[in-house]
């Protein structure tokens, strides 16, 4: 499929995704990546684990938006978007997206919008729990910032 | 009935997760905001924050967007997913 | 390891390639990738495979070189940098770039410069056959373009 | 002795992926290049060709840069990997 997008509790698997963007697709030379994971620090302090909540079916329809709104800009032959949510730990993964393209610098240009906007549009919700107890993720001003050059 | 839900800190907050407001209570986002801070207490101060998004049938919406029956409403902070 | 580069006739593993980019990284958030591969066109004949052919020693040099540069400028954790060489068929994986960073964007325009440095320094050379015989692929000038930006 | 490397296309025209040459004959990449187009034919249009690259001990070189005995040169075509 040209868009896919998937909104799970699982872990995901780069080299299943990285197949699905190939599969049958010998006309994209170029294939972007891009992966976030849980760090084991956040701004101050220390992170044991994090929570993440979202809306269901507006999430999935978000992301279906941003991944076909990426296609159409790069001509992308693929583009596809997994997104975890519930309890996630340092080091485990929480994003993947993915672009294939006939050149490129469109493959790589369409990850990076992919990201910022899912980072600013897609109702996802973190929690973090560390030593000094819960709290939610602040949204970053930097976040907002990197829509406008797309 | 307009179905009305909560997300992450907010729904914490004022310990609510989804209610339903009669349709005949207003027609728009901004009402349907007022008409919830009525409740008072907390829901006057978490609904006054001027951070928090709206999604009308599970797209962003605007306070003028008309509301009615069988619409799905959501209020929520800033998101920080990715 | 911080910089590794390799040079290979076999193909690589994506999963692979992205677990050492992770392995003991947890300081690193954010992961891209980029993989070229054999389209079945190029320009105007249909491509029936490739001949990769390189200059064994300096390659690898020049590689090591351009992975370094790129750690240095986004501060990456890691970079990472295999191509291939030898006979490649229509679909199958040319080149592997990898970055890992503390923010998306330096990921991402880590494995865009390495690229692009790659494609015009690396001393690696493509022959093409197919029905009309072989060829010498001919250097892009979009390709020596696309290092004035870095 | 200078060890003088020839890759793909240039390669294939000179019929030579090899050759030495005696470090009294030269003393700088434009030297040794002139040195080779001596010996004609193919070797004179082959290394005409202003597209060409030259490296010296696996770094991209000048023509102006000195070479020496026991130095590796290599001729080669704008490449075209990735």
């Known amino acids: 499929m040209a868009i896919a997008v998937s909104v799970q509790r699982e872990a995901f698997d780069v080299a299943a995704e990285y197949a699905q963007l190939r599969r049958d697709n010998s006309a994209d030379g170029a294939t972007a990546m891009f992966v976030g994971s849980v760090r084991d620090f956040n701004v101050a302090q220390s992170v044991a684990h994090l929570e993440l909540e979202h809306y269901p079916g507006m999430t999935e329809k978000v992301l279906r938006e941003i991944a076909g709104e990426a296609r159409q800009r790069w001509q992308l032959g693929r583009a596809r978007i997994v997104h975890r949510f519930g309890r996630l730990d340092p080091g485990e993964d929480i994003v993947f997206v993915g672009a294939a393209a006939p050149h490129r610098q469109a493959a790589l240009d369409a990850c990076a919008f992919m990201m910022d906007f899912l980072k600013t549009r897609a109702p996802f919700w973190k929690k973090e729990s560390g030593p000094d107890g819960e709290r939610w993720v602040e949204a970053r001003e930097s976040d907002r910032d990197a829509l406008r050059r797309w | ?82």
Chains 1, 3 share one sequence.
């Open chain 2, 1 to 82: 009935m307009i179905r009305v839900l909560f997300f992450a800190g907010l729904r914490e907050r004022l310990q609510c997760a989804e209610v339903s407001v009669p349709a005949s209570e207003c027609s728009t986002l901004a009402e349907l905001r007022s008409h919830l801070s009525e409740r008072g207490g907390e829901w006057r101060s978490a609904l006054a924050d001027d951070k928090l998004q709206m999604a009308l049938n599970r797209s962003v919406a605007e306070p003028h967007s008309a509301v009615d029956g069988g619409d799905e409403v959501a209020f929520f902070p800033p998101v920080t997913g990715g």
